[in-house]
């Protein structure tokens, strides 16, 4: 009888442990939780659901991304490997020094953050590849002759030309770059170019070259549900294009907490003073302004 | 197999299960960064001098005393005041004076500084005030 009811309680607790966390992944919020989890997480790629009827034409509405392919643990992942991609990168000789020469404070080649390298460190802005990598919320603004990508992260936009003009013969390099676009059925193919090979493709330190040349698909498969694939054409830096996995955005209706984006702005006073207090003495073992050593 | 065996290896089962559960949440603390040992989670108990709500991430200072009753001076990394704000803390989540109890995971490098991101284990004039997740990846962690 106690044989019995141990056994009972053993197989309740190997369905809770081993089938249940399974069942939620496919059902549950894109949310996450964990002291210091960080972006490194890596969630179900669950299927979207059905929504309501929508204009797939119509991307506007505030999205959020969630699934896997969010990086910043590193966990597994190939030393020339991104964020955009759980292949290893096909980098050319220059490709892979460029890599090597960006000290990331996250992923797979992660140091400590004050021997880094990272342009966000000092401030810089992500830029559109690392924008669109990292989690935080966006809005898409459709207006007549343009799509407006409004973000949370920087509090910054770009501008997606729908009026059938053609990409600039040498486009200036941007931080957010210059991006023209055609409807491919469901999907708006956007091409952009013109990104300034200063910044990083991810918070792992992939390189770019001011070659770069991206073509992003997006889709809204329903009301809820937005996907993105990126093609990477970089003859500097990669011996071929390579496609990124999916990122999947869900969606962000009124009154869940990142259907309003707020102001999130790096500046470079703030930066120095989390130097100055936490980063240089976290990382290199020296007392702070308001901290000692032990 | 007799029932006394039977029942230690289903014993042990639940065990082996019971820490498997419980390391899920350890197995995920690798991404906030690697100054940090997250291995050696460990229980500060003192009076907040100071809290900034800034980017890139909040900063929370706090006077401990050692077992000799040394006063040490922490600072302890928070997460982005954007994503405090999604778990329900405020600019005026801490004031100089109130006496806290919180779990930081400390600097490897031997700094008085720790970080609590995510949901971050604190008490606040005794009254549990550890956040709810944050909408979003990671729990929202921002670099």
Same mark, same amino acid.
């Given at each position: 009888?106690?044989?019995?009811?141990?056994?009972?309680?053993?197989?309740?607790?190997?369905?809770?442990?081993?089938?249940?966390?399974?069942?939620?992944?496919? *059902?549950?919020?894109?949310?996450?939780?964990?002291?210091?989890?960080?972006?490194?997480?890596?969630?179900?790629?669950?299927?979207?659901?059905?929504?309501?009827?929508?204009?797939?034409?119509?991307?506007?509405?505030?999205?959020?991304?969630?699934?896997?392919?969010?990086?910043?643990?590193?966990?597994?992942?190939?030393?020339?490997?991104?964020?955009?991609?759980?292949?290893?990168?096909?980098?050319?000789?220059?490709?892979?020094?460029?890599?090597?020469?960006?000290?990331?404070?996250?992923?797979?080649?992660?140091?400590?953050?004050?021997?880094?390298?990272?342009?966000?460190?000092?401030?810089?802005?992500?830029?559109?590849?690392?924008?669109?990598?990292?989690?935080?919320?966006?809005?898409?603004?459709? *207006?007549?002759?343009?799509?407006?990508?409004?973000?949370?992260?920087?509090?910054?936009?770009?501008?997606?030309?729908?009026?059938?003009?053609?990409?600039?013969?040498?486009?200036?390099?941007?931080?957010?770059?210059?991006?023209?676009?055609?409807?491919?059925?469901?999907?708006?193919?956007?091409?952009?170019?013109?990104?300034?090979?200063?910044?990083?493709?991810?918070?792992?330190?992939?390189?770019?070259?001011?070659?770069?040349?991206?073509?992003?698909?997006?889709?809204?498969?329903?009301?809820?549900?937005?996907?993105?694939?990126?093609?990477? *054409?970089?003859?500097?830096?990669?011996?071929?294009?390579? /496609?990124?996995?999916?990122?999947?955005?869900?969606?962000?209706?009124?009154?869940?907490?990142?259907?309003?984006?707020?102001?999130?702005?790096?500046?470079?006073?703030?930066?120095?003073?989390?130097?100055?207090?936490?980063?240089?003495?976290?990382?290199?073992?020296?007392?702070?302004?308001?901290?000692?050593?032990? | 197999?007799?029932? *006394?065996?039977? /029942?230690?290896?289903?014993?042990?089962?639940?065990?082996?299960?019971?820490?498997?559960?419980?390391?899920?949440?350890?197995?995920?603390?690798?991404?906030?960064?690697?100054?940090?040992?997250?291995?050696?989670?460990?229980?500060?108990?003192?009076?907040?001098?100071?809290?900034?709500?800034?980017?890139?991430?909040?900063?929370?200072?706090?006077?401990?005393?050692?077992?000799?009753?040394?006063?040490?001076?922490?600072?302890?990394?928070?997460?982005?005041?954007?994503?405090?704000?999604?778990?329900?803390?405020?600019?005026?989540?801490?004031?100089?004076?109130?006496?806290? /109890?919180?779990?930081?995971?400390?600097?490897?490098?031997?700094?008085?500084?720790?970080?609590?991101?995510?949901?971050?284990?604190?008490?606040?004039?005794?009254?549990?005030?550890?956040?709810?997740?944050?909408?979003?990846?990671?729990?929202?962690?921002?670099?």
């Amino acid at each position: 009888m106690r044989n019995r009811a141990i056994a009972s309680l053993a197989t309740v607790v190997l369905v809770s442990v081993v089938l249940l966390p399974a069942a939620l992944a496919q *059902t549950a919020p894109p949310q996450e939780s964990g002291q210091g989890q960080g972006r490194g997480g890596r969630r179900a790629n669950a299927i979207p659901p059905p929504g309501p009827p929508h204009d797939p034409h119509d991307l506007s509405g505030t999205w959020m991304q969630f699934g896997p392919g969010l990086g910043g643990g590193g966990g597994g992942h190939p030393q020339t490997g991104s964020e955009w991609s759980t292949e290893p990168l096909p980098l050319t000789p220059a490709g892979l020094a460029k890599l090597n020469g960006n000290h990331p404070g996250k992923g797979p080649r992660a140091g400590v953050p004050a021997k880094g390298n990272d342009p966000l460190s000092d401030a810089n802005v992500p830029g559109l590849l690392r924008t669109l990598v990292y989690g935080r919320p966006f809005q898409f603004l459709p *207006t007549e002759d343009k799509i407006v990508q409004i973000f949370e992260w920087f509090r910054i936009w770009r501008e997606i030309w729908t009026d059938g003009r053609k990409m600039p013969e040498d486009p200036d390099p941007r931080f957010y770059g210059y991006s023209v676009s055609k409807w491919d059925g469901d999907t708006l193919v956007v091409e952009t170019a013109g990104l300034d090979p200063r910044l990083w493709g991810d918070e792992w330190g992939m390189p770019f070259s001011e070659e770069m040349r991206l073509e992003e698909r997006w889709r809204r498969v329903d009301r809820d549900n937005l996907q993105l694939t990126i093609t990477f *054409t970089d003859p500097q830096m990669y011996t071929k294009p390579w /496609t990124s996995e999916m990122k999947r955005f869900r969606l962000q209706k009124k009154g869940m907490p990142d259907a309003e984006m707020l102001e999130v702005i790096f500046t470079p006073m703030d930066e120095q003073d989390f130097d100055k207090n936490i980063r240089n003495p976290s990382s290199l073992g020296v007392p702070g302004p308001k901290s000692g050593v032990r | 197999m007799d029932g *006394t065996i039977r /029942t230690k290896v289903f014993c042990g089962l639940l065990v082996t299960m019971g820490i498997g559960m419980a390391s899920i949440p350890a197995l995920a603390h690798h991404g906030t960064g690697v100054a940090y040992d997250t291995n050696s989670p460990t229980v500060l108990t003192g009076t907040v001098t100071e809290f900034k709500w800034l980017n890139p991430h909040a900063q929370l200072f706090l006077d401990t005393k050692d077992t000799g009753g040394n006063v040490q001076h922490w600072a302890v990394e928070m997460n982005s005041p954007g994503v405090m704000t999604r778990q329900g803390w405020t600019r005026r989540q801490f004031k100089p004076g109130d006496e806290v /109890t919180i779990t930081v995971y400390p600097s490897k490098a031997g700094a008085l500084v720790g970080s609590c991101i995510g949901i971050c284990k604190v008490t606040i004039n005794g009254k549990d005030a550890t956040p709810k997740p944050a909408p979003g990846p990671g729990g929202g962690e921002q670099f």
